[in-house]
């Protein structure tokens, strides 16, 4: 992703300054209407990318649609502004939301089965994760038919795969060796 150095400077700035005021659990509902909003509205999305749209009008904009937002996020609005850089608010909301969760001792585990994980499954799954992690987990699940059954676990940079799609994938290496 373009930006992603940029978005992670700006990401871990606007945290500190939440930090030193006090103020991180606002910021984040703000961070979190922030990426809801662009993620769920291509226009938007594509009016913060435009290079043809003013920096002030994206500013303008930015600043009605979250007129309710902190200080400190209206101040990333202002910086983006003078820096020229709207096009990357999203990364740096994403950005945003890692740091915040890391710091808060929050993980999200990718989970990829074949099919939807139920409840039961899903809390099986999760008792064997907390087994290898201090911080309280989230499961994400990723729905991908390809890998057969089974199921593919990525937790930070570690991946673990039991899929059947990964084991007829060996069989095929040893048999062909």
Same mark, same amino acid.
């Given at each position: 992703?373009?930006?992603?150095?940029? @978005? /992670?400077?700006? +990401?871990?700035?606007?945290?500190?300054?939440? %930090? @030193?005021?006090?103020?991180?659990?606002? &910021?984040? &509902?703000?961070?979190?209407? =922030?990426?809801?909003? #662009? !993620?769920?509205?291509?226009?938007? %999305?594509?009016?913060?990318?435009?290079? &043809?749209?003013?920096?002030?009008?994206?500013?303008?904009?930015?600043? $009605?649609?979250? @007129?309710?937002?902190?200080?400190?996020?209206?101040?990333?609005?202002?910086?983006?502004?003078?820096? !020229?850089?709207?096009? *990357?608010?999203?990364?740096? &909301?994403? $950005?945003?939301?890692?740091?915040?969760? $890391?710091?808060?001792?929050l993980e999200t585990v990718a989970v990829t089965t074949a099919v939807p994980l139920t409840s039961d499954l899903e809390s099986k799954v999760l008792?064997?994760?907390?087994?290898?992690?201090?911080?309280? =987990?989230? /499961?994400?699940? /990723?729905?991908?038919?390809? *890998? /057969?059954?089974?199921? *593919? =676990?990525?937790?930070?940079? %570690?991946?673990?795969? +039991?899929? #059947? @799609?990964?084991?007829?994938?060996?069989?095929?290496?040893?048999?062909?060796?």
């Amino acid at each position: 992703m373009a930006g992603t150095r940029a @978005a /992670i400077r700006y +990401a871990k700035a606007i945290l500190d300054m939440a %930090k @030193a005021n006090n103020n991180e659990a606002n &910021v984040n &509902v703000d961070m979190n209407s =922030i990426l809801t909003a #662009v !993620k769920d509205s291509d226009e938007l %999305k594509d009016f913060l990318k435009s290079p &043809v749209i003013s920096g002030t009008s994206k500013f303008s904009a930015l600043s $009605e649609i979250f @007129a309710t937002a902190q200080n400190e996020t209206k101040g990333l609005f202002r910086l983006l502004l003078e820096n !020229k850089r709207f096009g *990357i608010l999203l990364a740096i &909301v994403s $950005e945003y939301n890692k740091l915040s969760d $890391e710091d808060n001792g929050l993980e999200t585990v990718a989970v990829t089965t074949a099919v939807p994980l139920t409840s039961d499954l899903e809390s099986k799954v999760l008792a064997k994760i907390k087994e290898f992690s201090k911080n309280k =987990i989230t /499961i994400n699940n /990723i729905v991908d038919p390809s *890998i /057969i059954g089974g199921f *593919i =676990i990525r937790m930070g940079d %570690k991946q673990y795969n +039991a899929s #059947v @799609a990964n084991r007829l994938q060996q069989l095929k290496r040893e048999f062909s060796n």
